[in-house]
C-alpha cells in the first residue's frame, strides 16, 4: 500500500485544497504504479502548530514567515 504523510502550517489550508492535495498526492502514485494503487493509497495531511517548525535551529512561526 503507497504511503504519504505530509505535514503542513496549521489552519493554511481549506477543507477544498486538503482533498485536491490529498487527490494529487494519490494521482502521483497512480501515475506510478498503475490504478491499483488508487484503492490502497493512504495519504495523511498532519497539521503543525504555529512555532511547530524549526530550520537551522531557528523556529519558524507566522511572523518570521510572513503570514501575521
Not at 500500500?1 to 497512480?30: C, G, H, I, R, Y
Amino acid at each position: 500500500m503507497p504511503f504519504a504523510n505530509l505535514k503542513v502550517p496549521a489552519d493554511t489550508l481549506t477543507p477544498e485544497s486538503k482533498k485536491k492535495l490529498q487527490d494529487a498526492v494519490t494521482d502521483a502514485f497512480v501515475n506510478v504504479y498503475g490504478e491499483r494503487a488508487r484503492s490502497t493509497t493512504l495519504v495523511i495531511l498532519e497539521e503543525v502548530a504555529d512555532g511547530g517548525w524549526s530550520s537551522g535551529g531557528t523556529i519558524l512561526n507566522e511572523e518570521l514567515l510572513g503570514r501575521s
